[in-house]
């Protein structure tokens, strides 16, 4: 058990649809980040919120956003869903933004988009 | 810009025989470099990682990768494979730019 909480753990909607997963960090941890992680594009890491403040931006689409609230847990949205957008959604925390620290990753969400 | 390519998609290895999975960087910055795994429905967790300070680094389940810089490579070995070892495995690198970036990852086949 890594100390991160994802919820919910499997989601099925359709498209076109709206939703919202969420994310409780590790106690003590600031940074969270968010990937996603399919067959085609592997792990793809989405965004970083460090202390509830955008960090670092990677391949998040505009249909995406994110944020991090002050009681550090975080939620990722995914609007006008496509059937592309069904995958593996990982959060992971970290206790500082520097990059030598290791990321403790949650046992993500299932996303299926009919 | 970093990049991370791991090569062999698949690889497969009797129970008891050596585990080499390879791992290639590119960083324009001194990087930090990272073996994670992953188990079937869970997520990654950490099995070592390099920070500049010994080039052989030692992870736990016995896994241990060297650091070559002048191969741009951080290649995770074991001297014996376990049935439990079977899972994927991921290459990441991160430095300058707070951005991980994750290899393709490698499926660790193990037999009989």
């Known amino acids: 058990d890594s100390g991160v909480t994802q919820t919910p753990k499997h989601l099925i909607t359709a498209t076109g649809q709206r939703v919202t997963l969420r994310c409780s960090p590790r106690s003590g941890d600031l940074s969270v980040y968010w990937y996603q992680q399919s067959l085609d594009q592997g792990l793809q890491f989405l965004i970083q919120y460090y202390n509830g403040e955008e960090r670092a931006k990677g391949n998040i689409l505009e249909r995406f956003s994110a944020q991090q609230f002050p009681d550090l847990h975080s939620e990722l949205n995914l609007s006008s869903l496509e059937l592309g957008d069904s995958a593996l959604y990982f959060c992971?925390?970290?206790?500082?933004?520097?990059?030598?620290?290791?990321?403790?990753f949650g046992p993500g969400t299932r996303l299926t988009v009919l | 810009a970093q990049s991370v390519t791991q090569l062999g998609s698949h690889v497969s290895v009797s129970e008891g025989a050596l585990v080499l999975l390879r791992c290639n960087y590119s960083s324009s910055v001194p990087p930090y470099l990272f073996w994670y795994v992953q188990y079937p429905n869970q997520g990654l967790q950490l099995l070592l990682k390099y920070t500049s300070a010994a080039t052989l680094v030692k992870g736990i389940n016995g896994f241990e990768a060297e650091f070559k810089k002048s191969e741009t490579s951080f290649h995770l070995t074991k001297p014996s494979a376990h049935m439990s070892d079977a899972a994927e495995y991921f290459c990441a690198v991160s430095g300058g730019s707070y951005i991980p970036t994750f290899g393709r990852g490698t499926s660790l086949i193990v037999h009989p």
């Open positions: 992971a925390s970290s206790p500082g933004q520097g990059t030598y620290n290791e990321q403790f």
